[in-house]
């Protein structure tokens, strides 16, 4: 494979460990995953199925009881896992950007919204001048919709709304002109009126930034307009993966499928349906699928152990070990 047709992103055998009162915690139990070139891939799983730890982890910022970081994360072949912290910080904000849930966890209350700009262009650029840097941070705040621009770069983040502190987040990740993108769950602390705007925001970005972009969002409606390639995640296990039309019109896990019911019953009757019974622990050890005590279709073989991610077509993989039996 030349450098155009190779994933941006190569994860194998990701395991995240974190010690805990309760013992071991097992965050992420083996990952494997490709990010594509200029793909969206949506990341989707309930509460708890470590979607924020994958995320933390392709920017190694992970908590600092983690006892274990292990496999490799592949960014154009560099091992991220096996830089030093001053390696890995020359990717952080240049070549990785992230946009949190929360913007005010990035957003520092006591600068303008102008020096959190110009300093991610610095950063990027150092030698550029500060007019020239006000400047593009001005047409940034354009393209991603926000009225009175000049007026905004001396705002405060207090000083504006939720949604427009969301926007200021995306500028500044569109500065950066990263290779890779993450959003987790970007709209989630927005009202449903202001989360329509920015997935609306995040749809037009795609004429707009080459990159890749990791959108990780527990609403499967999301995932389907906005994103190329979906992984599913469940107790730290992914257990689907592939292009995102392929994997919801024919799902190849039951987990896939129980998710999908629940938005469909969602829709239908304006309410939240949730999945019978609760995600698994993280500090047990998985001796068998990591599904079995909430699915419909336990085998035998389901009680062997967790089944290995194994293609059902040629991009479309599903760690069902009867994927192709009772999922048709
Ligand atoms: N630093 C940590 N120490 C112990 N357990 C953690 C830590 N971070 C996350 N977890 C646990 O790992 C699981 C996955 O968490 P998270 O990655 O936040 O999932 P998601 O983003 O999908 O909700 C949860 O059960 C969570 O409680
Ligand atoms: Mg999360």
Do not use: W
Not at 40 to 58: C, F, P
């Amino acid at each position: 494979m030349d450098a155009l047709t190779s994933p941006l992103v190569s994860i194998r055998d990701l395991t995240i460990d974190a010690t805990t009162t309760r013992g071991e915690a097992h965050i992420l139990r083996g990952l494997s995953l490709d990010i594509g070139r200029g793909r969206i891939l949506g990341v989707v799983g309930e509460s708890g199925s470590g979607k924020s730890t994958l995320a933390l982890a392709l920017l190694r910022l992970l908590p600092a009881n983690v006892s274990r970081a292990s496999g490799q994360i592949l960014l154009d072949g560099t091992n991220l896992l096996a830089l030093n912290a001053s390696e890995m910080g020359a990717y952080r904000g240049t070549r990785i950007a992230m946009i949190f849930q929360d913007p005010m966890t990035a957003l520092n209350p006591l600068f303008t919204v102008g020096s959190h700009l110009t300093d991610v262009l610095r950063r990027r650029e150092p030698g550029i001048a500060r007019q020239q840097a006000l400047q593009r941070a001005e047409s940034m705040l354009t393209l991603v919709g926000i009225a009175d621009p000049a007026l905004r770069l001396n705002a405060y983040p207090h000083q504006l709304s939720g949604g427009m502190r969301q926007r200021i987040m995306i500028a500044m990740a569109l500065l950066v002109q990263p290779d890779l993108l993450i959003a987790d769950e970007p709209t989630t602390a927005l009202d449903a009126t202001v989360e329509a705007q920015i997935v609306e925001l995040f749809s037009e970005l795609r004429t707009k930034f080459s990159g890749s972009v990791v959108f990780i969002s527990h609403h499967l409606g999301l995932v389907a307009e906005l994103c190329d390639d979906i992984c599913v995640m469940y107790g730290g296990v992914i257990v689907e993966s592939g292009p995102v039309d392929d994997v919801l019109a024919r799902p190849k896990h039951p987990y896939t499928r129980a998710l999908l019911d629940c938005e469909i019953d969602d829709k239908g009757e304006g309410r939240l349906v949730s999945i019978p019974g609760e995600v698994p622990d993280p500090v047990s050890q998985l001796t068998a699928c990591v599904f079995l005590p909430r699915c419909a279709h336990v085998a035998e073989l389901c009680r062997g152990g967790q089944p290995r991610l194994a293609p059902v077509s040629p991009h479309h993989s599903s760690a069902c070990v009867r994927a192709q039996e009772v999922l048709v």
